[in-house]
Nanobody, 115 residues
């Protein structure tokens, strides 16, 4: 049974930092591309950052230079370090694991940035 579980969301003031983590079990983690997505109220879900099994990364333009995605294959975990947070970063953040036309989602974790 595949499980994807996020943690680390919360309330932070603008300019602050948060670190999200996501543990994926029931898959061969190292071969899965992992991604962080977010969805704000009334908006579509969007890709924030992604990392391949080999460690290549990509970021949405809106978070480049502020967010860093990383993974620890030994712990089946992907992280999203979020610095210099802005109120517009407020959203539910979801973790995704994708490989071989299969993808799995976590339940999401709320990030709220106050001005």
């Amino acid at each position: 049974q595949v499980q994807v579980v996020e943690a680390g969301g919360g309330l932070v003031q603008a300019g602050g930092s948060l670190r999200l983590s996501c543990v994926a079990s029931g898959i061969i983690f190292r071969i899965y591309a992992m991604g962080w997505y977010r969805q704000a109220p009334g908006k579509q879900r969007e890709l924030v950052a992604g990392i391949t099994g080999g460690g290549s990364t990509n970021y949405a333009d809106s978070v480049k230079g502020r967010f860093t995605i990383s993974r620890d294959n030994a712990k089946n975990t992907v992280y999203l370090q979020m610095d210099s947070l802005k109120p517009e970063d407020t959203a539910v953040y979801y973790c995704n694991a994708a490989a071989f036309s299969r993808d799995f989602w976590g339940q999401g974790t709320q990030v709220t940035v106050s001005s």
